[in-house]
């Protein structure tokens, strides 16, 4: 199986803070790689597809890096709906696998 | 639009058999792929595996050869059985879209919780 390390696990960040969250695949994924958004009770979202596509109706201060084994989600300036969960996704190879998710909190 | 939503039992008897279903609209699911995922409580997300619209399957196994999957296209629905489910089953468990281009799961249901207790 593919192992998805994603960091930090947590972080605290303010409004209008410049956000980043990695992923390292344990091997060569290609581009083949999502960032989806979750809220408390609800299914993620996918935020980004294909590493660096972004998903029609996200908002553009979400952005995608990467290819091969790293992988960045960057958002330009966070607001107050992005405190979520995010989570990455490998699609290169079965089963499909996670990061283990980074909780994005209020500072 | 693409819509999903998951129905089923939201108890289930260890030992038992855990089955799901998942109704589309806006869509057909004679095109595309579609996936089961689950979240324990306070957890991250786990991919359980993917049915295919021509009926072909790949599962995850970490769940050990006890995972069906289905299609209904007559009712445009697919289902999910897990076989001599344990504790470690319970979860919410959502089905997705994977659309056929080769991307990772655009569109998901609400999700459905689903617990393992006697």
């Not at chain 1, 597809?49 to 890096?65: D, E, I, K, T, W």
């Not at chain 2, 999957?69 to 007559?74: A, V």
């Not at chain 2, 629905?77 to 319970?90: G, M």
């Not at chain 2, 879209?97 to 799961?105: A, W």
Request: charged share 15%; hydrophobic share 30%.
């Amino acid at each position: 199986d593919i192992q998805m390390t994603q960091s930090p696990s947590s972080l605290s960040a303010s409004v209008g803070d410049r956000v980043t969250i990695t992923c390292r695949a344990s091997q060569d994924i290609r581009n083949h790689l999502g960032w989806y958004q979750q809220k408390p009770g609800k299914a993620p979202k996918r935020l980004i597809y294909a590493a660096s596509s972004l998903q029609s109706g996200v908002p553009s201060r979400f952005s995608g890096s990467g290819s091969g084994t790293e992988f960045t989600l960057t958002i330009s300036s966070l607001q107050p709906e992005d405190f979520a969960t995010y989570y990455c996704l490998q699609h290169n190879s079965y089963p499909l696998t996670f990061g283990g998710g980074t909780k994005v909190e209020i500072k | 639009q693409v819509q999903l939503q998951e129905s089923g039992p939201s108890l289930v008897k260890p030992s038992e058999t855990l089955s799901l279903i998942c109704s589309v609209s806006g869509g057909s699911i004679s095109s595309d792929y579609w996936s089961w995922i689950r979240q324990p409580a306070g957890k991250g997300l786990e991919w359980i595996g993917r049915i295919y619209s021509s009926g072909s399957t790949s599962y995850n196994p970490s769940l050990k050869g006890r995972v069906n999957m289905s299609l209904d296209t007559s009712k445009n629905q697919f289902s999910l059985k897990v076989t001599s489910v344990t504790a470690a089953d319970t979860a919410v468990y959502y089905c997705t879209r994977d659309p056929n281009r080769g991307e990772p799961p655009d569109y998901w249901g609400q999700g459905t919780l689903v617990t393992v207790s006697s």
